[in-house]
């Protein structure tokens, strides 16, 4: 007998549904839906459209009916960080800012001089520095008397937004309250110092709820609107990384996986959080995962540059395929390497730019044609990763032995290789879709259809092709 689930997998600049069906030994994956997540400049500033996105997600539970499909639950996962707020009634209180939003500037450094010293911050929360981080977002506009804010009587996650649009239930997931850098990952939950910090109360926030726990179900009013029944809503590891990683297919402890796709987001698996002088230097974070374990990983500014380079070149000087676009690193040898994490990398008006101000600044050669800043590139991200492994090593008692690498950036034939090379380790690309493969898992293992984290990994390896690249 077959079991249906629908993954709602929402990214920074897209979104889809998937339907994923399961027969009790493979999980076969359908694309339903698909539909653009485009960041709104505003007055002034870049917010979501949150109420785009729940409309797309009822469009979808509406073609569910006209496809005669039965559904066992839902689940959702989106991007960390950003959040929304709703007034006592229930309303949506203005659209949420976008992470990329750069009103945060220089309000980080502020809240350690004004509320918390840096290292008490990271020794409460394990959590990398990031200027977009939760924390850091709601004291700007604190700061700023965002209206919102003042009358909010729920601040909920971007996922947690949409579930209680959904369900009516007010919930606040683990695996993305813990990129907020607001959650004490010793307590599991949000941390009531922080809060204070900012003059927020904890029932301002919903119930903690783990991964694989059942929310509720459609509200009366989203069953009419789309001819279904009651559904069962679970909290999947809403934050999207949490999910790629449930979905590493893995058989033992030995690797390290990388999230590749806007941000590459490199780490490994923990049982407990890592949080010393030496993670607080490296500036690592301690992220929730399912089974309570936590992802130990570093983010690093991923494909995010290629796309935005991309943007910039003329239709007449790339090709128009992707792949094709790729491989124009083979037609290059520039040796020149930027440092993808640097600042100037992070929301600047010309990326082309900004890579050749920063190689300027190295004196290092300029790219001259796109083939170029291709090689440069992806040569830059895998010299990173080569980097961070060396550190995850120094830092963890994990014998890193292998590189899993799931999401978009796995089918980049290139990058692979180049990541190989400079890690001296073998590759394993695949899965493509990992985020929402885990989030249908997790929704699988919440039926009572699997029992454990390794057997949903078991399956994914024998459902899917995988291709291995070796260093050469």
Known sequence: MKTSFLAVDLGATSGRTVLATFDGQRIEMREFTRFENPQLPLGGHIFWDLPHLYNEIIRALRQVKAEGLELCSIGIDTWGCDFAFFGADGQLLGL????????????????????????????????????????????????????????????????????????????????????????????????????????????????????????????????QATGLPAIPVIAVGSHDTASAVAAVPAQDGNFAYLSCGTWSLLGVESPAPIINADSFEENFT???????????????????????????????????????????????????????????????????????????????????????????????????????????????????????VIGGGSRNQYLMQFAADALQLPVIAGPQEGTALGNALVQVRAAGLVDSLAESRAIIASSIELKTYLPQ
């Not at 750069?102 to 929360?125: L, N």
């Not at 004490?184 to 809060?195: A, K």
């Not at 991309?310 to 000087?317: I, Y």
């Not at 990398?345 to 290092?364: G, K, N, V």
């Open 96 to 223: 949420p800012y976008c992470y990329r939003d750069p009103h945060t500037d220089g309000f980080m450094e502020r809240y350690f001089e004004e509320c918390m010293p840096k290292q008490q911050v990271y020794e409460r929360t394990g959590i990398q520095f990031m200027p977009f981080n939760s924390l850091f977002h709601l004291y700007t506009q604190q700061s700023e008397g965002c209206i919102a804010l003042q009358h909010a009587a729920k601040i909920l996650f971007i996922p947690d937004a949409l579930i209680y649009m959904l369900t009516g239930e007010a919930v606040c997931e683990y695996t993305v309250a813990s990129t907020s850098q607001m959650l004490n990952p010793r307590t599991g939950d949000l941390d009531e110092e922080l809060l204070a910090s900012l003059g927020l109360s904890r029932d301002r926030f919903g119930r903690l709820v783990q991964p694989g726990e059942q929310v509720g179900t459609l509200t009366p009013q989203v069953q």
């Open 286 to 404: 301690n992220e929730g995962g399912l089974d309570h374990t936590i992802r130990f990983l570093k983010n690093i500014t991923g494909l995010w540059i290629y796309e935005q380079c991309r943007k910039e070149w003329k239709a007449d000087e790339v090709p128009s395929d992707v792949n094709a676009l790729n491989a124009l690193c083979l037609q290059s040898t520039c040796q020149s390497l930027i440092q993808p994490d640097d600042p100037r990398f992070a929301h600047p008006a010309s990326m082309t730019a900004a890579i050749c101000d920063y190689l300027t600044e190295t004196r290092q050669p300029l790219p001259q044609t796109p083939a170029d800043y291709v090689r440069v590139i992806f040569r830059s991200l895998a010299a990173r990763y080569a980097e961070v492994v060396d550190i995850l090593r120094r830092l963890t008692d994990v014998d890193i032995q292998r590189l899993h």
